[in-house]
């Protein structure tokens, strides 16, 4: 598998040795994650679903789930821009858990009519285009995955930009479904610790100071003291949302 040649995120230390720090709040933080976990599978059972971004948050909801045995489905979704680094999480988390992560695609020919008209790389000429192009790879394929669903899951955390500060460990979506994120009062050291203990597979990227990952051409590294999303749409003025997470 090759890695993607980022000019601006030469070789680093890794992650953990980086950022990982056991805090006297983490072992009570894992129990309660694991109880919110229990409790939407029980009220939700086959209407909850993991949506993943295979980022490193939601690899450790994934640990959570099956260490546990919950019954709970992990889907994610596949843009067709993804890092070789993102895709090769899949067949890592079928080694270590023993189950497939269900992949959902944009429709090819949507993909290929907004390629034909605006370009390979539309999404750097304005945001409304940008938007256009996360409405195909990512929006409506999220809302396939979510069809039927009562509930989902998510890793968002207060910490990662000034937008999710107010995240909710549960909440309405605005489309009538529940939405789950069970670590939200997590720190991004309390992430890499538990990452560290239970030797949790995650994305290379994150060692070259990439702590948001998504589409290969909207993702760059950030430099210290940047805001955690900073490396998303970096030449845009924005909140750094594609949709998924948008306030209603």
Known sequence: MSVSALPWAAAAGHAIGLYAKWTPA???KIAAALQRLTDASIAH???LVQSSSLGVEDMVITDL????GLPIAISTLDTGRLHAETLALLP???DRYGF???VFKPVADAVIQFVRKEGEDAMYNSIELRKACCGIRKMEPLGRMLKGRSAWITGLRREQSGARGDVAFEE???NGRRKVSPIAD???SEVWAYVEKYAVPYNPLHDQFMPSI???PCTRAIAVGEDFRAGRWWWEESNKECGLHAKS
């Open 172 to 174: 309405d979506d605005g």
């Open 214 to 216: 998504g589409c290969a």
């Open 100 to 102: 497939d992560v269900e």
């Open 26 to 28: 983490l072992d009570t």
């Open 45 to 47: 059972g086959d209407g």
């Open 65 to 68: 789930i099956a260490r546990t």
């Open 186 to 188: 997590w720190t991004w």
């Open 92 to 94: 890592q988390i079928k």
